[in-house]
């Protein structure tokens, strides 16, 4: 799945629908459906993680939704990270999943001039994207680790959109 680097979002967001919540062994649990590719319907997966939380969270037009927090690994650059998610619908978005500054923090500097800087995506899932597209943040995030010392601290780069 395509995602994009928001640095003004704490929490990552996913875009899910059809959220159905149940109980298993005492504790909440959340079934969803995600499209993995951006602006189609194609190749639906249906998934199950346990609520960790449930949060308000403030849209950029100001409304307040609230929404389910999962736990789930994604693949920063490279590295897999584990994520605190927020569910919700993203239909309108251009991205399907945002990675918010606790993924990233103490781990990547980002850079908000460049795109694909953890390397692009290979030909046939770039152009299977262009009409449907991949998971992979690593367009937009580099890891700390291989940043020289006069790049921006993490806490400072500015928002990306």
């Known amino acids: 799945m ?9 929490t990552s967001s996913l875009h899910a629908f059809g959220l159905e919540w149940f109980d298993r062994d005492g504790s909440p649990w959340v079934r ?7 602006r189609s319907t194609a190749d639906s997966v249906i998934a199950e993680a346990a ?16 929404r389910p927090v999962v ?5 920063l650059a490279g590295l897999p990270v584990t994520a605190e998610v927020t569910l919700t619908r993203r239909d309108e978005m251009g991205f ?47 890891p700390s680790r291989t940043v020289g010392s006069t790049s921006r601290p993490t806490g400072a780069s500015k928002r990306s959109t």
């Open 96 to 142: 399907r999943m945002l990675i918010g500054r606790e993924a990233v923090r103490h781990r990547f500097l980002v850079d908000p001039g460049v795109s694909y800087r953890g390397g692009r995506p290979d030909r046939s899932i770039r152009r299977r994207n262009r009409a449907e597209t991949t998971v992979s943040a690593s367009p937009t995030v580099v």
């Open 71 to 75: 736990h789930t690994s994604v693949v």
């Open 51 to 66: 609520v960790v939380a449930t949060r308000d969270v403030k849209s950029s037009s100001g409304d307040v939704e609230h």
């Open 32 to 38: 969803f459906e995600v499209h993995p590719w951006q």
């Open 2 to 10: 395509k995602a994009k680097v928001d640095t003004g979002a704490r």
